[in-house]
Each structure stands twice: as C-alpha cells, then as structure tokens.
C-alpha cells in the first residue's frame, strides 16, 4: 500500500506518536521533545522537554501522557507540562535480535497505547511481545507474541490490535488474546515507527525521514 505524505516533523528524530482531538502528540528520539503538532501542516502547538532518552513510544491517557524511554528501559508517566510524575521499570527489556552492534546495549519499549484505567498495551522489541499493563500498578496483566522482530507503534480498533514493524515495513491486525494475526498491510516506504489512528486514517512517523504520512484503515 503507498502511503500519503502529510508534513515534515519539525525535530530531529519522530519516534512515537499519538492521535488527539485538538493534535498529534510526537515524541522525538533526537531531543527527547514532546511535540503537539497541527494535523493540517504540523505546525508545532506544544513543545516540551521531557528528562526521557531516545524515546520511542507515547500516548495519552488517566490525565497523563506517558512515553516509553527506550534506552533507560524505563515508563514515563508525564504531566501535561512534560514534568516528570512518575518512572516505572519497562517489562522485557534486553537486547533486540535486529542489534547492528558489537556491543549492543538493553532497551525498553516502543510503541504504547492506553485503553482505559485498567488497561494500557505496550510494545517491546527485545522480548518480541506486546504486554498489557495495569497503570495503577504497571503489573503485567497478559502478553502475546509479535509476528516480527521489531515491534513499534500500535493502536486498538474494534476489539482487535494493529502493531507495525518496522524491520518488514508492515502493520499486523491481531487477536489482542493470542497474537493471531488476522490481516496484514505492506508499506513501500517510508519506514513504520511511531502509529496511531485517527477516524479512519492510519498516522504514522519515519524516524528516519522525519515524514508524517497516512494510510485508510481496511474496512
């Protein structure tokens, strides 16, 4: 499927992103800014610092966003100001299997998304799992396998999960119970990292390009 372009992110290195009424919120990997960006043009409505580092994922939920510090392997749950309310330890964190390195380093979570009080899913590509946490607690509830080895962003929609990954350029519908997959959607590019759903538009960043682009949601 061939994506549409929409805008370039204004920082350095858009990693994770989320759908929100008035804005998209982006975390950037580069500066480790949280961006409310215009869906029009992607001019900038917010820009807040965040003592994350190289974040990946980000959503918004319980009065808080929260953002996934990759290479702390650590949760942030953030004040809307972008200050720091609480830090919580990242569920499977390690070495991911697409490491390029000698000496690779342990990293967290990619992609979140929160459902409601009780629910909030997040993707870890070293343990090649999405896991479904508590934030009360951020006990883990359930986990179910990925389909590839470089999970990121993620969105629910209709009692199904929609989980990109980013090393085959593709975004997994799956049975949030199993990991089934049920349908799939090749990108040409760019590449899939941060993603969220709005109505019936698929938004996702390249950290890579520093693109914005959309995809239809299959009916």
Not at 23 to 48: A, T
Not at 110 to 127: K, L, R
Not at 132 to 149: A, F, Q, R
Request: with cysteine; charged share 20%.
């Amino acid at each position: 499927m061939e994506a549409t372009y929409r805008w370039t992110h204004p920082g350095p290195q858009p990693n994770g992103i989320q759908a929100d009424n008035d804005g998209i919120w982006v975390i950037d990997q580069g500066n480790n800014h949280l961006y409310k960006l215009d869906y029009k043009d992607g001019s900038v409505i917010l820009d807040l610092q965040t003592e994350t580092s190289m974040s990946s994922g980000v959503t918004k939920g319980g009065g808080y966003i929260w953002v996934a510090s990759t290479y702390t392997s650590e949760l942030f749950k953030l004040n809307l100001d972008g200050t720091t309310e609480e830090i919580y330890d990242t569920p499977g964190k390690g070495v991911v299997a697409f490491a390029e390195t000698e000496e690779p380093i342990t990293t967290g979570a990619h992609g979140m998304e929160w459902i409601d009080e009780n629910n909030m899913w997040v993707a870890v590509p070293p343990a090649q799992k999405v896991y479904l946490l508590d934030p009360k607690t951020m006990t883990v509830k359930h986990s179910i396998p990925t389909p590839g080895i470089r999970p990121h962003g993620l969105f629910m929609h209709n009692n199904s999960m929609w989980l990109a990954d980013t090393q085959d350029c593709k975004i997994h519908q799956l049975y949030p119970d199993s990991g089934k997959i049920l349908n799939e959607i090749h990108i040409s590019e760019p590449e899939i990292h941060g993603m969220s759903l709005r109505g019936t538009e698929i938004w996702f960043c390249c950290a890579e390009t520093r693109k914005v682009c959309t995809v239809q949601l299959p009916n």
